[in-house]
């Protein structure tokens, strides 16, 4: 059954290691990431973007398949499933198709509007009992072909928006989207910081987890980041054990071509990337 991130994180933040949130593009990727979790036995957050979630035919499609894949391979860890960078229709949305979990991303939203819709929404999750990350400053990224250096959130923002109640609190401190640009200069300690500072036992989201050297994440758990999202990192692993594959024509050996032969390898290595995640954040042992 699915659980709303709010204990996991609680026990996060008191143990000093992070829980690792992993997006969701299909039903290999499902099996994946809850086998790494549940042999590490380790919490996890399974969640989809907006546009994942109607890649796999709507949100309530993706909450009937995790449920049924948790039943079948009787996974006991903690799960939740969660909305990532939802709009405010698709978080009604996902509560309505069974999510235990959303982020509302007003960032882009003037902060009194942020607040209102927030505000809302944290009232809705209350009666629930599900968890609601808000975000507060944009996290930075690939945008029509343009990579931002990683912008920072404002602490007095970012305590505003924590006041009204969320679960947990995601805020850029110079981290990205996709692929790190060679000369990116690292995260911001400093305003991390200075959130943690505003925001006191709130847990910290570190979005765009996908290329940040270990040690820097290591830190930033230190300083109060409970979740970190990983995404880009399983997709480059499923392609590169995929690629291989092919060009190794192991396709065209036997029944190679078998979908269940071809995405094995791919699948196997979303597997080995949630595993060694879990451990960089220490969540391993802690289900
Ligand atoms: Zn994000």
């Known amino acids: 059954m699915l659980v709303s991130a709010k204990e996991m994180l609680t026990n996060a933040k008191a143990g000093h290691y992070a829980v690792g949130a992993f997006n969701l593009n299909n039903m290999e990727w499902t099996k994946a990431v809850l086998k790494a979790a549940q042999e ?9 973007s907006e546009g994942a979630g109607k890649y796999m035919c709507g949100f309530k499609t993706v909450a ?3 449920n049924d894949i948790m039943d079948t391979m009787k996974i006991t860890v ?12 698709g ?35 209350a009666e629930k009992g599900m968890s609601l990350e808000a975000e ?3 996290i930075g990224g690939e945008e029509d072909g343009v990579v931002g250096m990683g912008e920072c959130a404002d602490p007095d923002e970012c305590k505003k928006i924590a006041d009204l109640g969320v679960t947990m ?11 790190y640009p060679a000369n990116w200069p690292g995260l911001r300690f400093d305003v991390l910081e ?54 190794a024509g192991k396709d065209q050996q036997g029944k190679g071509f078998d979908p269940r032969k071809l995405l094995a390898p791919g699948t196997q290595a979303i597997t080995d990337m949630v595993k060694y995640k879990i451990e960089v954040f220490g969540s391993n042992g802690k289900a």
């Not at 799960?79 to 939802?86: E, K, N, P, R, S």
């Not at 991303?105 to 999750?125: F, Q, R, W």
């Not at 480059?236 to 291989?244: G, N, P, S, V």
Request: aromatic share 4%.
């Open 169 to 179: 609190l995601a805020a850029g401190i110079g981290n990205i989207h996709g692929v």
């Open 136 to 138: 507060v400053g944009a």
């Open 91 to 125: 978080c009604y949305k996902c509560i309505e198709a069974g999510y235990s979990s959303i982020m509302f991303d007003g960032s882009a939203l003037p902060i009194e509007e942020n607040i209102a819709k927030t505000k809302e929404l944290v009232a809705v999750c």
């Open 64 to 66: 009937d398949m995790v």
């Open 194 to 247: 200075a959130i943690k500072e505003k925001v006191g036992d709130m847990p910290l989201v570190l979005h765009g987890g996908s290329g940040i050297p270990d040690e820097m994440v290591k830190k930033a758990i230190t300083l109060g980041v409970s979740k970190v999202n990983v995404n880009t990192e399983c997709q480059l692993a499923f392609a590169k054990a995929t690629r291989e594959y092919v060009e």
């Open 40 to 48: 590490e036995n380790a919490p996890v957050i399974l969640q989809t």
């Open 78 to 89: 903690p799960v939740a499933l969660h909305l990532d960078h939802g709009t405010y229709d």
